[in-house]
């Protein structure tokens, strides 16, 4: 029995997670839900908890996460957020975000050379440390004589273990960005092991690019990218990049993982978006590859190929959300994906 937990969360979360489930539940599988339906701003604004040692212990327990979204405009701090995904990346260790961007379809990309849009990498982003560490503090907050300062933290466990996992899943290339002709501490440590790594794997074409120069070559030609490995700040800005390139924000998926233990966390790049909720114009599409991340992740490779089939039909023939270009809603693009599958 594969146990999932199921977290919708804020905004347009519950939407488009209910979606990725009836969906998973259509393909069938020995598959069991946990819904954790409780973490969301709505508690957060009546107690200040946002995820509770209770809730930790199932999630690390069961390892497997479905989430929807964290955020609500109004929270007017980061700490509820932190405290709910950053809590679960640092919780489980998930030193993994994979980001897969595959263009969905031809219209969708936003690039005036046909021949150059074939985008189909994913972007490897260390996932627990860098400039999003928490490590910092502001003096003299509220003044005209504020300082605020964030600091950047690299480890060699931390780089180590995520550039070996970028050369694990390249079919022919691996890119490494960083920006170490200014970040000269950091980039020292990234740049010798990227050299440990390049040296260990001679079957790879390994390569090198500061991250201003690969967000030129992704608009450029992103067709030319396999794996693009990078730390937690630069990994967030490409991965989102690379998610308009492939047909948009709303398609996104993203797999929070720890290859060692087998844990991870699938939740779709696009966020609450409170500003649709409840208007049926969400698109599922993002959850619904986030969960067929979930399922190749858990062994059950041909029904996520099945599930990746299935949202390709259902675009190509427009049988989806507006902002992809057609005019079903929320639900019926969902129940469009699960009628492809058949």
């Not at 939407?15 to 954790?36: I, N, P, S």
């Not at 980061?78 to 405290?83: K, L, V």
């Not at 120069?213 to 990078?230: E, G, H």
């Amino acid at each position: 029995m594969q146990k999932i937990i199921v977290v919708p969360g804020d905004g347009i979360g519950p939407e488009v997670t209910e979606e990725a489930v009836k969906t998973l539940q259509e393909l069938g599988g020995d598959l069991e839900f946990t819904f954790l339906e409780e973490i969301n701003a709505d508690r957060y604004l009546r107690s200040g908890v946002s995820l509770t040692d209770s809730e930790m212990e199932v999630i690390q327990a069961e390892g497997t996460v479905l989430f929807g979204a964290v955020g609500d405009p109004r929270v007017t701090t980061s700490d509820y957020a932190r405290g709910v995904l950053l809590r679960l990346r640092t919780g489980l260790d998930l030193f993994v975000n994979r980001r897969p961007a595959v263009l969905l379809d031809e219209r969708l990309s936003p690039l005036r050379d046909a021949s150059k849009r074939g985008i189909d990498c994913v972007v490897v982003r260390e996932n627990t440390e860098g400039l999003y560490s928490g490590i910092g503090g502001r003096l003299r907050a509220g003044t005209v004589d504020e300082i605020a300062v964030d600091q950047e933290v690299s480890t060699h466990l931390g780089v180590s273990r995520v550039i070996d996992y970028a050369f694990g899943i390249a079919r022919d290339s691996v890119c490494m960005v960083d920006k170490s002709n200014a970040v000269q501490s950091g980039g020292k440590l990234w740049q010798r092991l990227w050299r440990v790594a390049e040296e260990a794997h001679p079957e790879v074409a390994a390569s090198h690019l500061y991250v201003d120069t690969a967000a030129m070559k992704l608009v450029n030609d992103p067709s030319v990218f396999d794996v693009i490995v990078t730390n937690n700040s630069y990994g967030d800005i490409l991965s989102d990049l690379s998610a308009e390139l492939a047909g948009g924000l709303g398609t996104a998926a993203s797999a929070n993982i720890n290859p060692q233990t087998g844990a991870g966390l699938y939740e779709p790049v696009h966020g609450s978006a409170p500003d649709i909720v409840g208007k049926g114009l969400a698109n599922p599409v993002g959850a619904v590859l986030s969960a067929a991340l979930l399922l190749r992740d858990r062994g059950m490779k041909s029904e996520s190929e099945a599930l990746d089939r299935a949202v390709h039909r259902t675009i190509a023939e427009r049988r989806c959300t507006p902002d992809l270009g057609g005019t079903l809603s929320t639900r019926e693009a969902g129940e469009a994906i699960r009628a492809a599958l058949s």
